[in-house]
T-cell receptor, first 114, second 108 residues
Framework: SAVISQKPSRDICQRGTSLTIQCQVD?????MFWYRQQPGQSLTLIAT?????????ESGFVIDKFPISRPNLTFSTLTVSNMSPEDSSIYLC???????????FGQGTRLTVV | GQNIDQPTEMTATEGAIVQINCTYQ??????LFWYQQHAGEAPTFLSY????GLEEKGRFSSFLSRSKGYSYLLLKELQMKDSASYLC?????????FGKGTMLLVSP
């Protein structure tokens, strides 16, 4: 199983600033994803991070607010831009295993915007 | 679109067996996943079903019926540490759509 390292694990940020979250996988994976989990809620997919091309965003999420990079098959970043208290949430990266029968998550980034 | 339903909460006693159901309606289906999530932690992968039938993995088993849009997670010999949220997720193409999760409370 792939090991996903995500950082930072938590941060407290001022409104109006931006935070970049990094996700490193210990093996090459075809697909990487970014999710948000708001307090007491389930996971919502933000976007699919595509290697070498623009990310594919889900309804309600836009590139200007959540720019994503994926420079290679083991690494991706998610930036939460111009933050507001409503962005306080846990952000998780995920991959799909080689045979698409497993999907693992990073440890998550607990973001608090004040 | 996709609609995934799970009970919000369940309670059970230590040593017992509990079944957590998940029903789904989706325009495409490419597998169903179950995850366990303890408070403040990331989800942990439990099981994957893409064909009908039962997959057993130690104390945990997962069942799928594609024709009925139905899955369940069966937990045997419950332990206190099994108290957690259990998430059902349906895959369509490569992405996962999650249900709201079932909070399981195991009592002594």
């Amino acid at each position: 199983s792939a090991v996903i390292s995500q950082k930072p694990s938590r941060d407290i940020c001022q409104r109006g600033t931006s935070l970049t979250i990094q996700c490193q996988v210990d093996s090459q994976v075809t697909m990487m994803f970014w999710y948000r989990q708001q307090p007491g809620q389930s996971l919502t997919l933000i976007a699919t991070a595509n290697q070498g091309s623009e990310a594919t965003y889900e309804s309600g999420f836009v590139i200007d607010k959540f720019p994503i990079s994926r420079p290679n098959l083991t690494f991706s970043t998610l930036t939460v831009s111009n933050m507001s208290p409503e962005d306080s949430s846990i952000y998780l990266c995920s991959d799909m295993g080689q045979f698409n029968t497993e999907a693992f998550f990073g440890q998550g980034t607990r973001l608090t915007v004040v | 679109g996709q609609n995934i339903d799970q009970p919000t909460e369940m309670t059970a006693t230590e040593g017992a067996i509990v079944q957590i159901n998940c029903t789904y309606q989706t325009s495409g289906f490419n597998g169903l996943f179950w995850y366990q999530q303890h408070a403040g932690e990331a989800p942990t992968f439990l099981s994957y079903n893409v064909l009908d039938g039962l997959e057993e993995k130690g104390r945990f088993s997962s069942f799928l019926s594609r024709s009925k849009g139905y899955s369940y997670l069966l937990l045997k010999e419950l332990q206190m540490k099994d108290s957690a949220s259990y998430l059902c997720a349906v895959r369509r193409d490569g992405t996962l759509t999650f249900g709201k999760g079932t909070m399981l409370l195991v009592s002594p």
